[in-house]
Structures are given as C-alpha cells and as structure tokens.
C-alpha cells in the first residue's frame, strides 16, 4: 500500500505518523511539502498533527487553503482515501472535506493524555480491522477538538453510520457533541479524528490500539 | 481603501472564552453581566476606490478564508 503524508510549517507529528504508516504497510510514505500543487499517486493521504501556520486565524484554515490541498480535494472527490489526525481534522472541516467545526475545548485548556475511544462504526475503509463497539485506548493531545455541527447536519453524521469513533462513556476530553472523535464524509474516503491511532503502533508506545487503523486500510486497499 | 471585518459566533455557537471573560468580569467586581461573547477585527488596506466592488471583495474573501461560515458571521465595515 502506498502513502503520503502532507508537511505543513508547523506540522509536529508528521514524524510518528511516518514511522506508523512504515510500520504497518511496510512501505514507507511519501513526504508531501504544503507548496507541492502535485500528490503522488496514492492509495491513502494523511494530513498529521501539529500546529500548522501556528494556528492563525483558526487551527488548519490556512494550510487548509495551500496548494497540496487543492489536489488532496480533487483526489478525495475521486475516491482517495484521505486521513486527517488532529490538526489534520481541522484542516480537513477547514478545506470542506468534512461537514462542521473543530471548537476550543469546553474547559479552554489544552488536553494532553489517554482517552479510551468506541468505535461506532467497524464497516469502513479506516475501522473494518476493529469489532463493532471495540474501546480502544489512544491519546490526545490539543486546544481545539470540541467537535461542533450544526442539528441537522448532526442528524445526518448520525444516521449515515458517519461517526467513526466517540470518545466511550465518561472520557469526553473537550466537550464535543454526542462525545465525536472522528467522522468520514459522505462517501466514507475521508475520515477526521482528534485522537493520535499512530501512537500507539509499538509495544513500547505501551499498546498497539491504533494499529487497527492503518491495518484496516491495508485490508481496504488489497479487497 | 480601509476596510474593517469584524467576525463574530453565530448565535447559538458555544463560546468558552467568552463565558470565561465574563466570569473574570464577574471576578473583579462589575455587576450587571448579562453575557460577553468573544470575535476578531481584521483591518484590510486595498487598492479598491470604490466601496461596491470593495464590498463585493471583502465579502468574497471572508467567504473563503477570513471566516469559517458553519460557526461564524462577519460584518464588512467601509472606514474610508
């Protein structure tokens, strides 16, 4: 399986998300620069955490508007698979790849530790590794993750089995709506979460939760 | 031409910060808080003489970066 990872200035994570997709596909992906108006031919794209253009304006809203964006939109409208990690999510609500937006937490402090994660929806290109209802225990690490959406493009989230991951019972860290940590677009090829699956890859991250992530896109692509 | 964009939550929109500026306010004694809600000012020189087209620009821009329209509004403000 073939991978890309897209560098923002002021991405962070980019490094782990690297070794993760090296890890699990056992190739190792190509590093996108923002300027590149081009992506290779791939069969997944990740935009990867950090604090790109520092968050001016809103967290993603600049990067969201760079060149590799406009060409990581025309790839996903025809069917790229296109994973956006924290700031990724951000710039994925920012670029209109994914209906609402990323808020500043509830309680307005930065959140740094381990949540547990459902998954709600084991039927897709990014979950199909896991079981239905799975918790799974994976970090987080931001300032704006509250998850916001207007009522009826929730109730379409919802009803369309869009909500990939929540955070399970008790362990919403930002206050976001019905406890949403990830969602896919409509045609299920993009998904966006707040939590970091690529930290917990090796034993010595202390698990391999987030492995099923990227094991299930390998299964996606080979199916 | 100056232009002034002030951008605001749309009604409705949690805002943490806001609540936590009145709750400072509160703090430090001042009565009569109903609520604060927070937004941003950007200041825009443009080379537009005319205030139509300089509008029509502005409200293009706030479109497509200065403002995210799924929480926010903007208001475009002619300075001179």
Known sequence: ?223 | MKVRVTITLKAGVLDPQGKAIEGALRGLGFAGIDGARQGKIIDLSLAETNPDKARTAVADMCDKLLANTVIENYDIAILG
């Not at chain 1, 990740?46 to 790109?52: D, E, I, N």
């Not at chain 1, 509250?146 to 930002?174: I, K, M, Q, S, W």
């Not at chain 1, 966006?192 to 930290?199: A, C, F, Q, S, W």
């Open chain 1, 1 to 223: 399986m073939r991978s890309a990872v897209v560098l923002f200035p002021g991405s962070n994570r980019d490094h782990d998300m690297v070794k993760a997709l090296h890890s699990v596909t056992g190739v190792k992906p190509t590093v996108v620069w923002h300027q590149d108006a081009s992506l290779p031919d791939v069969d997944l794209i990740v935009l990867p955490g950090g604090f790109s253009y520092g968050d001016y304006l809103r967290c993603g809203a600049i990067a969201a508007r760079s060149p590799a964006m406009l060409d990581v939109a025309r790839k996903a409208k025809a069917g790229v698979r296109v994973l956006g990690v924290c700031n990724g999510f951000q710039i994925l609500t920012e670029a209109g790849l994914l209906p609402g937006a990323l808020m500043r937490n509830a309680h307005l402090r930065f959140v740094c530790k381990e949540v547990k994660l459902e998954v709600t929806n084991n039927t897709t290109d990014f979950t199909r590794a896991y079981a239905r209802g799975e918790v799974i225990r994976c970090p987080v690490a931001h300032h704006d993750g509250n998850y916001f959406a207007d009522p009826e493009t929730l109730g379409r989230l919802e009803g369309e089995g869009r909500v990939a991951f929540r955070y399970a019972e008790g362990t919403n860290p930002n206050g976001s709506i019905n406890d949403i940590a990830g969602i896919l677009n409509e045609a299920g090829n993009v998904l966006g979460m707040m939590p970091h699956p690529e930290n917990l890859i090796e034993a010595l991250h202390g698990g391999l939760d987030g492995r099923g992530l990227f094991e299930s896109v390998v299964q996606a692509v080979a199916a």
